[in-house]
């Protein structure tokens, strides 16, 4: 079975600062997707970024990219110029192709300082 | 384009009664899969159905059901409601192409007393 950990409870970052936050899974698959939610206060997820595992080029939206290490199973987000409606839970997550479960890692709450 | 849409968005229910929840999904999204967050457990799939039939579930027990309808809309039931159940229940949509991109609702909260 596929599992996804995020070691990092809680992490800190000071506003305009870069911060970045872990995540690693575990899969027998060779093709799958990965992905990094934020969850706001509202408790509305929101999509922040998707990576396919076939391709070898790191995924980036705005200030958001990620680190996709394929053979360590890593997949890191990196937030650029972090802003203060940065501050939410940020949840990793994985997805076999072919079907549509989505497996989510336990979280990290991001606080932004000003 | 409206969002993925859930109703009711709060409620509270005895213990022992049953609940259903509903979800009208983003307009074209064939798909619709459910989720269950609470503090202790983190975010659960529940199940995932696309035109009609259920394509995957999660490790939750027989009290919870759900089913779709010839317009995508979904519902899911949960029967003989325990202390343990109160969570945020979570809907999301997906299309086809989406690249097993999830679209979520704002989710409903069950408070069971």
């Known amino acids: 079975a596929q599992t996804v950990t995020q070691s990092q409870p809680e992490m800190s970052v000071q506003e305009a600062e870069t911060v970045t936050l872990s995540c690693t899974y575990d899969t027998s698959e060779s093709d799958y997707y990965l992905f990094w939610y934020k969850q706001p206060p509202s408790r509305q997820m929101i999509l922040v970024i998707r990576q396919e595992a076939y391709k070898q080029q790191n995924a980036t939206e705005n200030r958001f990219s990620v680190n996709f290490q394929k053979a360590a199973k890593s997949f890191s987000l990196k937030i650029s110029d972090s802003q203060l409606g940065d501050a939410a839970m940020y949840f990793c997550a994985y997805s076999n192709t072919g079907g549509f479960k989505t497996i989510f890692g336990a979280g990290t709450r991001l606080f932004v300082k000003a | ?113």
């Open chain 2, 1 to 113: 384009k409206a969002g993925v849409t859930q109703t009711p968005r709060y409620l509270i229910k005895t213990r022992g009664q049953q609940v259903t929840l509903s979800c009208s999904p983003i307009s074209g999204h064939r798909s619709v899969s459910w989720y269950q967050q609470t503090p202790g457990q983190g975010l659960q799939f529940l199940f995932e159905y696309f035109s009609e039939t259920q394509r995957n579930k999660g490790n939750f027990p027989g009290r919870f059901s759900g089913r779709q309808f010839s317009n995508s809309r979904s519902e899911m039931n949960v029967s003989t409601l325990e202390l343990g159940d109160s969570a945020l229940y979570l809907c999301a949509s997906s299309p086809m192409d989406s690249g097993n991109t999830i679209y979520f609702g704002e989710g409903s909260w069950l408070t069971v007393v």
